[in-house]
């Protein structure tokens, strides 16, 4: 399996590009507009042949690369079902196994950030399975809940009950990280992200022998998400009608 | 092992951290100062004992977290033999193996950029080994040639007589990219690679059978070094005197 993660600085997205080295087959995961040429220019440099863009969510932040390289490549352009869209080529249900060569990309329906969303759990080869956790879950923090059909009730569920229960091992690959983070595990968050999870100072040693994890209820979580109080994306008005329209600035 | 990437947004710079998960020893490549703190509190969470910091050269464009480091951790702090610094706590010369617990990382002399550059092969496990080229190859580029002891032609003699020969699976993990791209590997850079090499339109059938690249002829790569007419390093003043200090602003 090739796997890489490429970061648009200025929104702070990362765009995955997943591939099988034997078949040629390629998936590419949230692409940004902007950085459509270079993603095909790796695309045809690895001498992949692409069959889809994947989208985890529809992005307030940013507009999806996805219309301008379906236009490109003729790949298909696939959404989680329920995606506020009707470009899309096709919409991904909870539970889903597609397929890129062998590797098998897993759909786990992930609202709360969006009212439609999926994480994408990737399985090739004897390394360890990497969940790519778009807006859900992010290094030491989660995505915002506060429009687009938020619901921090809905995140809390699904993160603690669909992404927690994976292996500890599993590699997360969020959307966005501000911070110059680029993975963690599951293992990690579990016992690491203030957003779900009490945080108290502890020794190396206590670390390393806790296997355990303080979960927050989910009433702290929805209420610590409940005041956040943010300021809109920079590019919301913009991005969601783009992007509502596979990254078409204005509707076709 | 553990391997982790950080990335510091501003001067696009990538520091690494190495870890044996077994012995909880650990090691960090090029740290920024601007981000010590981020990456002492990931150097907590995840229960590693910091052995040493680690650079690839004296560095033009951002100031080292390197003596920040040492002094609130009491690891060392190692550069390559014959950098302006009289701080370090050690030199490391050219095939000189450190260890990490069960982890190797080799120092490979990769002069050109600097006058005192190490690049660091990284093996640990059965993954694919991992060089870190600092400055001396980046992806589908390489350092600059015109300061501090800079020669385009020793760094295209130490890029393709010591990178270039390394085998095509090899993970390349540059100091900086200012693309978004993050990682590569020696076969890509060999086909790639617009400085060292010829890379005129092929198809994708095409690219996936040929093994073979064409490099430029070392007087073609030194014509492209002398007129790259850069502008300097907006930090260069500051970064470079502070970094023959260990990271300090004045000297000690």
Request: with cysteine.
């Amino acid at each position: 399996m090739l796997f890489r993660q490429l970061f648009d600085k200025e929104s702070s997205t990362y765009t995955y590009l997943i591939a099988d080295l034997q078949t040629h087959e390629a998936a590419i995961v949230d692409p940004v507009v902007e950085n459509v040429d270079r993603d095909l220019k790796l695309i045809h440099e690895l001498g992949l042949s692409l069959l889809f863009c994947l989208e985890t969510h529809i992005h307030a932040d940013h507009i999806t690369g996805t219309g301008e390289i379906r236009n490109r490549t003729g790949c298909k352009g696939l959404v989680p079902e329920n995606a506020h869209t009707n470009c899309a080529s096709g919409f991904v249900k909870h539970g889903q196994m597609l397929k890129v060569g062998s590797v098998t990309i897993e759909a786990i329906e992930t609202h709360g950030h969006t009212d439609s969303h999926m994480a994408y759990l990737v399985k090739g080869g004897s390394t360890d399975h990497c969940v790519l956790t778009g807006d859900a879950l992010l290094i030491r923090g989660c995505g915002r809940t506060d429009f687009q059909g938020g619901s921090a009730e809905t995140l809390y569920d699904h993160v603690t009950q669909r992404l927690f229960t994976l292996p500890d091992s599993t590699l997360v690959y969020p959307a966005h990280d501000y911070r110059g983070q680029t993975v963690s595990t599951i293992g990690e968050e579990k016992r690491w992200n203030p957003r779900f999870v009490e945080t108290d100072a502890a020794t190396p040693s206590q670390i390393r022998d806790s296997g355990s994890h303080r979960l927050r209820q989910r009433a702290d979580f929805v209420q610590i998400m409940n005041n956040l109080n943010l300021p809109d994306p920079k590019k919301i008005m913009e991005a969601v009608p783009a992007n509502e329209h596979c990254g078409k600035k204005s509707a076709a």
